[in-house]
């Protein structure tokens, strides 16, 4: 087959050295049938970064630049980790074949992520991706209960084959004309920030509940019974959304009700990174799901995913009289690397380290929430923190440019962060549990000094507290009018005068 070179060119990145500050780079494919998808966005497309390697919670390009990672929840324990590398290296020296052969590390590794689980969470399958666990989950509701319809969140991603899609409305939004299949429903996303019921609600964790049950009913109605619910335990793509306390569990109480099962996606947000518990469901107490799916972080990069679910479950699933196998799943190589990112999770105590550099980082970013008028919301659990900027704390109107616009200036300062939602107005932290608190320090300084300059811009000054009559406080909130404020030496007393 003729093979193509084709050249794509980009302006350089600035850096230390002079002859590369208005150098071309050069990017060189092999144009084939089977060339790199354009469907593909790299991070930062206007000045993409080329990196070439990675150390802990830092990665380098190819001119030696150094940037501090918040990105990568994938590299769970930090990049390159020497016990992770040298377990894969190892086992590959030995053996790595399917698992249709007995191998001792594949027991072991399903016995040690048991050990984590709710002990009525008793049957692994071992799979590759995020995309073919949540996959395979839908196949086991699918099979147990009978049933084909789905309950999804509002703004979800569950992953990019076309059973997620249908069930990703973070997705399929996107996609002119397409039809919402008539099997998935699409509950309220549990936002308590800018959803329909919020933290002034009395009892978010029921009303949203109830929009689920409506959807069970309506389905009911038209003929139709639901297989299962499912949701990321604490959603991503949608905005760093923590569920009010409670919800899981009234929700899985209609869903069982109505012959279905529960799925907790734990892709992006286990293996401890919630810090208080070693999965982001165990934050609803006493609250077990039918089904779990794993992926990103279980390998630490390399690709690994698993489902646990229940022997029931299992079991009618086997009845079913199809075969299931899959090739590289739970292979040799892939359950040392499992085996070993347990180990260190456990011997760096970085489940530990989530839980107070998180906090840490919270406590930063709730400070600047007290300081910046464009930052509406602080929330998260662990290292799996949020930040929603808003250009009016009443109306809540997404900021989304500025969030853009925060994420290349921290580029340039060698801080790579992103942002989501389903505004694009979510600043995500979701570094490797590595992650220190003066990393956190740094991150927070530049985002403050970034924030000052974009509301000097647009005129933007802090809520300011006012004495009432009867010597209360209460904000005004200024949004993008201009204001005029004159201090007294005492913090508390402030004259906010219109222009």
């Not at 990145?13 to 998808?37: A, E, R, V």
């Not at 150094?66 to 894969?88: E, F, Q, T």
């Not at 075969?323 to 347990?342: K, R």
């Not at 974009?454 to 204001?483: D, W, Y």
């Amino acid at each position: 087959m003729a093979q193509e070179v084709v050249s794509a060119h980009f302006p350089a990145t600035k850096n230390q050295d002079d002859h590369h500050d208005h150098q071309l780079l050069q990017y060189q494919c092999i144009k084939t049938p089977f060339s790199f998808s354009p469907s593909c966005k790299v991070f930062f497309s206007h000045d993409p970064i080329k990196i070439v390697r990675a150390k802990g919670q830092y990665m380098y390009d190819e001119n030696g630049v150094r940037y501090l990672d918040c990105i990568n929840n994938v590299a769970h324990v930090g990049h390159s980790h020497p016990m992770v590398v040298k377990a894969g290296a190892e086992q590959m020296e030995l053996l790595n074949t399917n698992s249709r052969f007995l191998h001792d590390n594949l027991v072991q590794y399903a016995q040690r992520l048991q050990a984590t689980l709710p002990e009525k969470l008793s049957v692994c399958y071992f799979v590759n991706s995020g995309s073919e666990a949540n996959d395979l989950a839908l196949r086991l509701a699918w099979e147990y209960t009978g049933h084909k319809d789905v309950i999804t969140l509002d703004n979800a991603y569950h992953g990019h084959v076309s059973s997620l899609i249908n069930i990703s409305p973070y997705k399929f939004h996107q996609l002119a004309n397409a039809e919402q299949s008539k099997s998935v429903h699409v509950a309220l996303s549990p936002d308590l920030y800018r959803g329909n019921y919020r933290q002034d609600h009395p009892d978010p964790a029921t009303a949203y509940a109830d929009d689920v049950n409506n959807l069970i009913q309506k389905a009911h109605e038209k003929g139709h019974k639901v297989a299962a619910f499912i949701a990321e335990s604490l959603q991503s793509c949608g905005g760093q959304v923590i569920p009010p306390a409670g919800y899981f569990q009234k929700v899985a109480q209609h869903v069982h009700q109505a012959g279905g099962l529960f799925i907790a996606d734990e892709v992006q947000v286990g293996f401890g990174r919630v810090g208080t518990h070693f999965w982001a469901f165990q934050l609803q107490e006493d609250f077990v799901p039918d089904i779990v799916t794993m992926g990103k972080p279980i390998g630490n990069g390399h690709p690994m995913s698993c489902v646990v679910t229940t022997r029931e479950v299992a079991e009618a699933f086997k009845n079913s009289g199809m075969e299931y196998f899959n090739t590289f799943g739970g292979n040799p190589v892939s359950c040392a690397i499992g085996l070993a990112v347990l180990d260190v999770i456990e011997k760096e105590d970085l489940q530990g380290n989530a839980l107070r550099v998180g906090g840490y980082l919270m406590r930063l970013l709730e400070q600047q929430k007290e300081k910046h008028p464009l930052v509406g919301d602080i929330r998260g659990r662990g290292l799996f923190v949020g930040a929603e900027l808003v250009r009016d704390r009443v109306k809540l109107t997404p900021a989304t440019a500025e969030a853009q616009d925060i994420i290349y200036k921290l580029k340039e300062q060698h801080i790579l962060l992103s942002a989501d939602g389903p505004h694009r107005n979510v600043l995500k932290f979701k570094p490797p549990m590595c992650f220190s608190e003066e990393d956190a320090d740094m991150v927070v300084e530049k985002i403050d000094q970034i924030l000052t300059d974009i509301e000097k811009a647009l005129g933007l000054q802090m809520p300011s507290t006012v004495h009432t009559e009867n010597g209360s406080h209460k904000r005004n909130i200024c949004g993008h009018r201009r204001f005029v404020a004159a201090f007294n030496l005492r913090k508390t007393d402030v004259i906010i005068q219109t222009e």
